[in-house]
């Protein structure tokens, strides 16, 4: 893909470039821990985006989407915002990178990348990551900390792209490392590397590419729970809630109220569970948790759907070691650790399977531990 951009690249604007990129993501664990002050466990995969740049000279930037085939100019000033979707991801980063005091000149550039969009990878991440690395690169001698490159891509869905996301996408594109999953603590944001090094097995996703659009905002309900039985324990998150304060509790919350923070208290421990697995080679207990993960969205935390429960159940019936919906849930991708001798019988019957009850086949997508953002050096 590098030698490609390049070529675009000399082609539109007529000089060389630097290649940058940065990657997707995946979760292996830790759901609907984020804003309960508990741990994602994300890593970065070899589904990228990149960007040929170079610097022009002007105070404009010159954007070339080799996917989309479109063309943007826009201006660094805070009034410049483009129209289009995808250039406001670029514009957000360099605005963002100098309203904290960062450098960015003029430059051109020509884009493309591998991320499925919206399949719950973060292509976006991915786009934003690859920038605010460059620009650092380019024009601040790398002397933006990497947490800071993370923000600015965080910032720049908040304030150019109306998403009010956390911090784990943009984190695990910027610190990804090949073979690695990151634990990162969402109250702290300590972060620690582990091993996962998953030789014999293949990790895919599943895209049901079902999405259910609820009315009723079933993402802040779940919030409300937490925090409501949070505030009845009197602690700030429920982090710092354990099974047997909860039943201490247990009749002056609802049962609904219990069976969320049931979920979540569960998950905190089952992601250290899956680290502690992980520096053990013990990929079955890594499995088991993230089957149990499964249930936990389904049955209490009641994040699941039908088609996502169907998938799962196959991938069980198929002996496949683990097993769950990835992300925030009512649709999406389920992510499996799959024995490679049982890969190709897993994909067939759940291709069959599914496209028999539903009338489509989820989209396969393998993916392996990667690099996050870096410059593209042959
Ligand atoms: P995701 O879950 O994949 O992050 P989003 O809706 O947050 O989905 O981001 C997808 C958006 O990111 C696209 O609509 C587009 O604006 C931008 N984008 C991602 N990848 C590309 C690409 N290869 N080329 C152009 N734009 C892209
Ligand atoms: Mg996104």
Redesign the pocket.
Known sequence: MKEKLQAIFKEKFGTDSVVYASA?RINLIGEHTDYNGGFVFPGAIDKY?MAAININGTDKVRAY?A??DKFAEFGLNEADAPAE??AR?IFGVCRETIKRGGTVKGFDTV?????????????????ESAFAFALNDLFNDNKIDKFELAKIGQST?HNY?G?NCGIM?QFASVFGKKNCLIRLDCRSLEYEYFPFDAKGYKLVLLDSKVKHELVDSPYNKRRESCERVAKALGVETLRDASIEMLNGIKDQISQEDYNRAEYVIDEKQRVLDVCDALQKGDFETVGDRMYKTHEGMSKLYEVSCVELDYLNDIAKECGVTGSRIMGGGFGGCTINLVKEELYDHFIATAKAKFNEKYGHEPVVIDVIISDGAHKVVD
């Open positions: 997707g985006i989407s996917d989309l979707q995808w991801y884009f493309a990348g591998n991320v499925p969009l919206g399949a719950g990878l973060s292509s976006s991440a991915a786009l869905e792209c998403v996408d």
